[in-house]
């Protein structure tokens, strides 16, 4: 399945190669530079701060996208193994755990991290919030069969995932896409694709909740979006699997995301410490899971090798909270669904500061997200976050080429 021609996107069909790839290119070209210079003055070695080129990479022959359409992606491409048997980062690779199950602050904050081992990091002790990502098998199997879906019906796999971004407003728009009657999901991260994947498909069967045919079942986990071998078990359970992915400016969503740690761990340094390998230098620390999760355009470039542009959409997480039904039109649009969640389902809640979903006649029950949504975040210093702008720069443009699509998170700095 090829992708389809897309202007300016890389991986489009065509002999010649367009002027916006040649763009592309080049941007590639001075990203590896610039990471380069980075990893030489940091002195923390290539494993530290790698360029896109150099993440390893696991793209299958015959999957639907060629490796060398891809920008920064000139390194040949590892065979794949049968199903499962990818060379996986695996828990054992992450730093040692404290026997408690946290890293030690030390080692936590400065390892590097390649995607798959952040996700090791984040099942951690630090990542335990009930309604984001801490599914356990208990509350698992509870979820299958509880909440709004009715007892009938068939447990299917899923036909579309939300698979990132952490902090983004996956858990907004997972609750207002359930508010679609052709639409079940699980309400609890299964985190099948990258933790509970050796489980298999039964297990991931099971944890969904029933539908009648016709009807849509969805999951959201984020931390797909950075685990380096979801994009090809993704594949091979479903080709034609929807994704979604809720991006929002890397910086706040870097904020966001030290934030929540900070809530666990208040003990834990400052964000402006953390940020850095070298300050004086201004050296951002690439390998900080909090910011490496937003180089939105470097994971993207694995999604797609497996699956067409056209496969995936990509939501403002700025605008699902500015304009949410505009944001669910094109939500609906994407899954196929009728228009049924429109302006009428929200409303803006000034206490929480966020839109909420009106409450359906049979419940009493609010339906504005929990407390750990919308937390007031730490003050950052200007200079920090005007550096971190400055480091997403290029990668954001990058991401805007690869989706054609502009965020506006450059604008957001210019009008400050
Ligand atoms: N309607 C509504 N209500 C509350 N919060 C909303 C909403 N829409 C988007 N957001 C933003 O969602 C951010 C949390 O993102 P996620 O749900 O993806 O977080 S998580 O990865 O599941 O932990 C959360 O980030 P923080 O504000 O930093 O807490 C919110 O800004």
Redesign the pocket.
């Known amino acids: 399945m090829a992708p389809p021609a897309q202007p300016g996107v890389p991986g489009g069909r065509g002999s010649k190669v367009p002027p916006a790839r040649k763009l592309l290119c080049m941007c590639s070209l001075s990203l590896c530079l610039t990471y380069l210079c980075y990893s030489l003055m940091g002195g923390a070695g290539p494993a530290a701060l790698r360029s896109p080129a150099a993440i390893p990479a696991t793209a299958a022959p015959g999957a639907p996208r060629s490796p060398a359409a891809l920008p920064g992606t000139a390194a040949p491409r590892s065979p794949p193994g049968p199903p499962g048997s990818a060379a996986a980062p695996t828990a054992s690779a992450a730093p040692p755990r404290a026997s408690n199950g946290s890293r030690d602050a030390g080692a936590w904050t400065r390892t590097p991290l390649a995607p798959g081992e952040v996700i090791a990091a984040q099942s951690g002790a630090f990542e335990r ?1 009930p309604q ?2 801490s599914t356990t098998d208990e509350e698992l199997s509870r979820a299958g069969s509880r909440g709004t879906t009715p007892d009938y019906g068939e447990k299917r796999l899923p036909q579309a995932l939300i698979i990132g971004v ?7 728009l997972l609750e207002a896409i359930r508010a679609h009657p052709d639409v079940r999901a699980v309400g609890t991260e299964p985190h099948f694709f990258d933790r509970n994947y050796e489980k298999g498909l039964q297990w991931y069967r099971d944890v969904m909740p029933k539908t009648l045919e016709g009807q849509i079942t969805m999951e959201k986990t ?1 931390s797909y979006f950075v685990t380096n071998e979801a994009p090809r078990r993704i594949h091979s359970m479903a080709k034609d699997t929807k994704l979604i992915v ?1 991006v929002r400016n890397p910086v706040t969503r870097a904020i ?1 995301d030290y ?2 740690t900070l809530s666990k761990k208040p003990e834990i340094p400052t964000f402006e410490v953390l940020a850095f390998k070298n300050r004086t230098l201004g050296l951002i620390d690439a390998s900080w899971s909090a910011i490496r999760i937003g180089i939105y355009a470097l994971h993207l470039e694995n999604w797609l090798q497996y699956f067409p542009l056209s496969q995936i959409l990509f939501v403002s ?1 700025e605008r ?2 500015t304009d ?1 039904a505009g944001e669910m039109a094109k939500v609906q649009d994407f899954l196929g669904l009728k228009r049924i969640v429109t302006e009428k389902h929200f409303y803006f809640n000034k206490t ?1 500061g ?3 979903l009106k409450k359906p006649e049979d419940s009493s029950a609010p339906r ?2 929990g407390k ?4 007031t ?1 730490p003050k950052i210093d200007p200079d920090v976050i005007h550096r971190l702008r400055k480091f997403y720069k290029p990668f954001n443009v990058m991401f805007y080429q690869m989706t054609g699509q502009d965020f506006e998170w450059e604008r957001e700095e210019s009008e400050k």
């Open positions: 919030d984001e990502s952490k902090k983004g407003g996956t858990r907004a984020p809720v966001s934030t929540q997480g699902l909270i949410p929480k966020f839109p909420c504005c997200l750990s949504k919308g937390r975040h």
